[in-house]
Structure formats: structure tokens, C-alpha cells
């Protein structure tokens, strides 16, 4: 399934506001998107997920800023555009046709005075001038019909749909210009868990059709394991591991990783006391030294405490999924990690 | 109507601390009934979104149209144990606390503290509030910003006239602190909610629930709001308070698989029922209504990640309105195998085994050929493909 590089993120930092008192939301992160493929970003509130989404996609906001790294996008192979230099006009015409998102709450994403029908015809007006009325209107009615949505909703507004159908509007919305990369902010947060694996269902028959790459953004990793092929976990602000999905589930590397794995009680099997992790995440405005982890960590060493660990790839080759990462001492090689975060993670051990 | 009682209880307590009784509450529709015939507008507008295309229209013009927000629901909350209420939004748990709260007065049915019914209406409310405390969603709204956690904990103690000014006040606040692990309690006591995180303001509202000595905890949502890596925390602490202090709590929840980690029982309600309630391992691993066994094949579950031919739902749509509710079985516009009874009847809870019960026709062994027939128009290929159907496995 998967191809070639689409979206190349490399070094970016983004801060919001600016001098001594600027919070570094996100430092240094290190992403690559292939083609056709299902990204999951996974962290907790505040740990920059949706900042990376923005800053890629060019849409953040005064006082968030760019102050570094680069993002490159493939159009075609061979044919790549640095998005952070790219102007207004060069935006504009890659937005939506190329990079499209969607929202995170529905509910706020969608004008309330204006018919499900010209929101989704809206987006064709802009984008394809030499459509005519009538096929744009045949256009959207086939968008509502693609996910799930009976055609003559069209005239509706967005408080005459359930919260589950307003979030497939946006996702036709999304689909209206096919394309490349959906950027999907905590698409089903706000859903029943049985509207969120109705949607879920959908989004993964529409993308084996349309054959899109995602960006998925959640806290909820024992949803992204299921859902993604390739997994990074973010914490105030840095990326501190990557790695496949399975591989990630099954021998996660970063301790942090590993305390969200087992945040998540399991819905089979003997009851298990679990611990989550201790402490809380931390104000980035006061970040601790070194590794920003450290404070919550139970595997800490006295390196931890003053010198920041990068997001270096893994020794071992992992045949099956992508080049492993972690942002951790422990696997540096200079320490010998516990035997919890060095299990292989090749499929053998599947539960 | 559905009846089900009785949640397993422990088997060497008597009375359970807090037990319901049929408690019903309908809310009238918002906009009365002056303006409900004619005018057509607003209310029948209103109507009509709150239905969507959910069950059907509501008669727009229905004077006294009502919410069936909770309908006939018997629960009892056993010392030392956790009893968890399960189920989406909209499905009326948090209701259920409030009523059992007594922040609303039902539209019909008790409430027994301790085997002995509590008055109708406004009377005892004080005593009662010392019994039964509720800890509410999120914890950024429910602690009043401009006062500190001193403040918040002496409050209760002085309303139940529990402790006197002074010194002793603080060490009984400081016993507080340390009981819901916020050590060292001194450097929390002056602290206002916006110096304090997420679980932490969780862990004060705790505390002020405790602060009276309460026999019963209603925790409505107690870690939705909660950052994923400390929601743990809190629910041990839950975990935690059943076992050493002996409380009877109720946990909802629209997690069922928080609720099979926290609880020993699960209630599942639907659309304001109980639809199935049991020992929370049994509920999870053997689900017996269809409802519930959608909700767990909906649940995220990584363990079933990477398995090719997942179990497809078997159900599609949204929950009823709740003004219209569906007659007969209120889940039977979705539900895989519903039959023609239970389009006309409301099935009543079946004991599926110990302490395991179902509200669902399937468990009838008596229905004669025509009741079990089943609704025409469902799609083939919509049964669940995981489980079979519940009723072979137990008649």
C-alpha cells in the first residue's frame, strides 16, 4: 500500500508568541507521510498535535509561528513544493485540491446559515470554475450519497443532522476535490463509540477506493492502533516515538509509549491493575531539564534529568513496517533498556 | 414494562446503601404546550430536528409532548462495590445521577436509602446530602474559580455543621487532601483551581464529596474530561475508596471498558431502559443484549487490530427519539434480529443466568410463530457475525 514520500516534515519548530516568553509547541518534529498511507499522531491535550497540522498545512495562527525546519510536499514524484515558502496564490490552489482537513468539531466547522448543499457546492465554485450549477449540485449530491447520506439532505442545515452526519459532511467536504492527503483532526472526539466505528468503517472503504493518505490526529491511541499503519507519539511538543502500528503496540520503545499502552484497559481478558502514569503532563511554559518526560518517568537515570534525548532511529530493522524511532536514553545503546520496552516487535509475538 | 431489579448484590449484605425503584423522569419539551398547536414554527421545527431521521417525525402538534428521558429504571448501589451505568450519550445516565441525586425529582418511582424510603420532594434533602454525593463530569466548571481548596473542603464540613472553625478544620481538611492523594496536603490547601491540573481538580472535587462522610458516591463521567495518562489515577482512586472505605459508587460512563476495569457490575442503558445489566466481567465477555454486543463491537479494541474480517456492526442509525420513543422494544428500529413482538411489546428482563439480566425477546422461550417472525426489510448479511444469537445460547 504504501508508496513514495507525499509529505516530508523535517526540523519544524513552532512557537507561539515571540522573545523570552514564546512557548515551543512544537521543536523539531520529524515526520514523513507516504502515499496511500494512514498516519496516526497520537498525544495528549497540549502536546502540539494539532500545531504540527496547522503548521504544515500553513492555516496557523497569530501568535503561532514557523521558526523552523521544512515541509515538502510530493506532488508527483520528482515534482516537490516546500510548503513553508509557498505564497498565498501557491496556497490556495494546493489547499483543499491537494490538502484537505477535517475539523476537529463539527458542529463549529459548519456555517449554520448556510444549507449543506452550498457549503459543499462552495468548495467546487472556488476550486473548478468551469463546472456549471447543475453539475456541481450532481457533484455534492453524489459527495452526500458517497458518505452515507441520502442525497436529498442537500437542502438541510447543520443543526437538522445528528452530530455523526454533520461529521460525514465534512468528510465528503474534505473528499469534494479528491485529494492527495486528509488531514483529520480528532475527526470522531466528540462521536458514540458507535457512531465513531460507523465513520471509521466508512473512511477506511472510502479510502481503499479514493486511495488518500490520512493524517490522523487523537489522544486515543487504542483507537489509531487499529486504524493507522504507522504510528508517532507526541509529547509536549516533540515527537518521542515512531513506529509501525503493531510494532508500536505490541513493543513500544519510549516509556511514555508505553505508559499510554497501559492507560487504556482491555476489553478481554483477566482484569489487570493498571497504573496509567503518574504525575501530570507539564506546563510548557515551565518545561522540566533535559528529557521533558523525565519527571513522570520510572525508568529515569541521572542523563535524563539534564540532557534532552533526539528522536534517533533504532538499531534494529524491522522487516515488516517503517524505520523505528525513539527519543530516549535508554536506547542510545550506552544503557541497557528493561525488558518491557526491548520485547520485538516483529509480528511473531501477536497476542 | 421492563423491570429489572436487584443487580446482583453482594451475597452477605442486607439492605443495599441507595436502591431505585422504577424511577421515571419525563421533561416536558422545551417551549410548553401553549405555543405547540398552529403555530407550527418553531416548535414543530424543533420536533422535527430532534428527530432527524432518527424514528419519526414527532407529532408537532402533540400538547404535553414529553422527554422519556429515563423510564422505569431499578438499580441498587451495594456497600463496597462500584456499579457502573453504561451507555451514549443521549441515553439518559446522566439523569439517572441526577435523579439519585436528587437534583431532580422523578416523574414517578423511590429511592431507599438503606432499605428505608426516602420522602417525596424537597424534605430531608440536608440528611440526604450527607448519604449520597455526586461528583460531577468536569472538574474546570464544578470548582468555583475564585476560591481556594481550603474553601471548597470547609464549605460542606460548615453546611452539615461537621467541624468548627479553627484549627481543626484544617486537619480535617488535610486528612481530605491526603485521602485523595493530593500529599503534601499543605501545598495544595491554598491553591485555586487554575494552579492545579486536570486530575487534580478532579481529585478536590472528590474530596468535597467526601468531605461529609457520604455512604454513596454518584460519579457521573468522574474522567471524560481528564487528559488520557491521568484518567487511570483517578479511577483507581475510585477503585480505591470502594476498598478500604467501604463506599457504594456508581460510575457512569460511556467507556464500557473503563467500566469492566473499575466496576463489579454493569448496567447498559438505551434510549432511558436498562437494557442488561450483570457482573461486570460476565457483561463484557458474554454480552447478551444486541445492544450491548453492538457497543462492544464498536469499542476501540487493539487486540483486534491487524485481524482481518473484523465483525461488521450489525446495526445501523442513531438512537430514538426520545419524545417518540419507538414502541414495543425502544432498540428494535436497530437491532439485527428483531421480531414482530418487538415492534408491539416491551420485552421484560430475563435472567440470563446469576444475577445476569437481559430486557430482550430472544430470551422468551414461549413466543408463538407470528410474535417471532422476523421485521421484514432488514437487510441480509446485517446479523453480527461475531456472536450467535443470544437466546440459543441460554434456552
Redesign the interface.
Known amino acids: 500500500m504504501n508508496g513514495g514520500p507525499l509529505l516530508e516534515v523535517s526540523g519544524l519548530c513552532v512557537d507561539y508568541g515571540a522573545g523570552p516568553g514564546a512557548v515551543h509547541a512544537v521543536v523539531d518534529a520529524d515526520l514523513v507521510l507516504h502515499r496511500g498511507e494512514v498516519l496516526g499522531l497520537a498525544g495528549?491535550?497540549g502536546s502540539g498535535k494539532s500545531t504540527l497540522a496547522y503548521a504544515v498545512t500553513r492555516l496557523l495562527r497569530a501568535p503561532g509561528m514557523i521558526t523552523g525546519g521544512a515541509v515538502s510536499y510530493h506532488r508527483e514524484p520528482g515534482q516537490v513544493v516546500d510548503l513553508l515558502a509557498a505564497g498565498e496564490a501557491e496556497l490556495r490552489v494546493l489547499r483543499w485540491s491537494q490538502i484537505s482537513v477535517v475539523m476537529q468539531s463539527a458542529m463549529n466547522a459548519l456555517n449554520p446559515v448556510l444549507s449543506i448543499g452550498s457549503q459543499l457546492t462552495d468548495v467546487l465554485r472556488a476550486h473548478r470554475p468551469d463546472m456549471g450549477k447543475a453539475e456541481r449540485r450532481a457533484r455534492a449530491a453524489q459527495l452526500l450519497t458517497m458518505v452515507g447520506i441520502s442525497a436529498d439532505r442537500l437542502g438541510s442545515y447543520q443543526?437538522?443532522?445528528?452530530g455523526?452526519?454533520r461529521q460525514r459532511v465534512m468528510i465528503a467536504m474534505a473528499l469534494a476535490l479528491e485529494p492527495q492527503i486528509v488531514i483529520m483532526d480528532e475527526p470522531t472526539t466528540a462521536l458514540?463509540?458507535?457512531?465513531?466505528?460507523?465513520i471509521l468503517?466508512e473512511l477506511t472503504a472510502l479510502r481503499e477506493r479514493l486511495d488518500f493518505a490520512v493524517l490522523f490526529i487523537t489522544?486515543?491511541?487504542?483507537?489509531l492502533?487499529?486504524i493507522a499503519d504507522s504510528i508517532a507519539v507526541m509529547y509536549a511538543g516533540r515527537l518521542v516515538e515512531r513506529a509501525g502500528?503493531?510494532a508500536l503496540?505490541r513493543a513500544p520503545r519510549h516509556p511514555y509509549s508505553l505508559?499510554?499502552?497501559s492507560?487504556?484497559?482491555?476489553?478481554?481478558g483477566p482484569?489487570q491493575?493498571?497504573?496509567?502514569?503518574?504525575?501530570?503532563?507539564p506546563d510548557l511554559r515551565q518545561l522540566p531539564s533535559g528529557c521533558v518526560f523525565h519527571p513522570?518517568c520510572s525508568y529515569a537515570m541521572d542523563r535524563c534529568l539534564t540532557q534532552a534525548p533526539q528522536l534517533l532511529p533504532l538499531a534494529e530493522s524491522d522487516a515488516a513496517g517503517p524505520q523505528r524511532a525513539a527519543a530516549c536514553w535508554l536506547h542510545d545503546g550506552s544503557a541497557t533498556a528493561p525488558p518491557e520496552l526491548s520485547a520485538p516487535s516483529l509480528a511473531g509475538s501477536?497476542? | 414494562m421492563t423491570q429489572i431489579q436487584d443487580i446482583s448484590q453482594p451475597p452477605a449484605t442486607s439492605a443495599p446503601a441507595l436502591e431505585a425503584r422504577g424511577l421515571t423522569k419525563h421533561f416536558a419539551v422545551h417551549g410548553g404546550t401553549s405555543r405547540a398547536r398552529g403555530a407550527g414554527g418553531a416548535r414543530g421545527f424543533r420536533a422535527r430536528a430532534q428527530s432527524g431521521s432518527l424514528w419519526r417525525p414527532a407529532r408537532a402538534g402533540s400538547p404535553g409532548a414529553v422527554v422519556h428521558a429515563v423510564e422505569d429504571v431499578s438499580l441498587s448501589l451495594a456497600a463496597a462495590r462500584v456499579t457502573a451505568v453504561v451507555g451514549e450519550s443521549g441515553s439518559g445516565k446522566s439523569t439517572l445521577a441526577r435523579l439519585l441525586a436528587r437534583l431532580v425529582r422523578p416523574t414517578s418511582g423511590t429511592l431507599l436509602l438503606d432499605g428505608s424510603p426516602v420522602p417525596p420532594g424537597g424534605r430531608g434533602r440536608r440528611d440526604y446530602a450527607r448519604q449520597v454525593q455526586l461528583v460531577l463530569q468536569d472538574p474546570f466548571a464544578s470548582l468555583n474559580p475564585v476560591h481556594d481548596v481550603r474553601y471548597h473542603l470547609a464549605r460542606p464540613l460548615q453546611v452539615h455543621g461537621l467541624a468548627e472553625p479553627g484549627a481543626g478544620i484544617d486537619e480535617t481538611i488535610t486528612r481530605l487532601l491526603e485521602r485523595v492523594a493530593l500529599t503534601p496536603a499543605d501545598q495544595f490547601i491554598g491553591k485555586y483551581p487554575h494552579e492545579l491540573s486536570g486530575g487534580q481538580r478532579q481529585r478536590v472535587a472528590i474530596a468535597r464529596a467526601l468531605a461529609v462522610q457520604p455512604r454513596v458516591l454518584l460519579a457521573d463521567e468522574p474522567v471524560s474530561m481528564l487528559d488520557v495518562s491521568i484518567r487511570l489515577g483517578v479511577l483507581n482512586l475510585l477503585g480505591d475508596l470502594r476498598d478500604t472505605e467501604g463506599l457504594a459508587i456508581l460510575y457512569i460512563t460511556h467507556d464500557i471498558a473503563s467500566a469492566r476495569y473499575l466496576a463489579d457490575t454493569i448496567a447498559v442503558m438505551y434510549a432511558g431502559q436498562v437494557v442488561e445489566s450483570g457482573p461486570a466481567e460476565v457483561v463484557t465477555d458474554r454480552p447478551e443484549h444486541p445492544y450491548t454486543q453492538l457497543l462492544l463491537s464498536a469499542a476501540p479494541d487493539p487486540e483486534r487490530a491487524g485481524l482481518t474480517g473484523r465483525p461488521a456492526l450489525g446495526s445501523r442509525g442513531a438512537p430514538p427519539s426520545l419524545v417518540t420513543p419507538p414502541p414495543g422494544c425502544r432498540f428494535h428500529p436497530r437491532c439485527p434480529h428483531a421480531m414482530a413482538i418487538c415492534a408491539e411489546a416491551a420485552p421484560p428482563a430475563f435472567d440470563v443466568a446469576d444475577g445476569h439480566r437481559s430486557a430482550c425477546w430472544l430470551h422468551a422461550s414461549d413466543l408463538d410463530a407470528a410474535q417471532a417472525v422476523p421485521i421484514a426489510g432488514r437487510k441480509a448479511g446485517q446479523a453480527p457475525a461475531q456472536a450467535p444469537r443470544p437466546g440459543e445460547e441460554t434456552h
Open positions: 495528549e491535550s443543526h437538522e443532522l445528528s455523526g452526519m458514540d463509540v458507535v457512531t465513531q466505528r460507523e468503517e489522544h486515543d491511541l487504542s483507537l492502533v487499529e502500528a503493531g503496540l505508559g499510554l499502552l492507560s487504556f484497559p482491555a476489553l478481554h482484569r491493575h493498571l497504573t496509567g502514569i503518574a504525575g501530570s503532563p513522570r501477536q497476542p
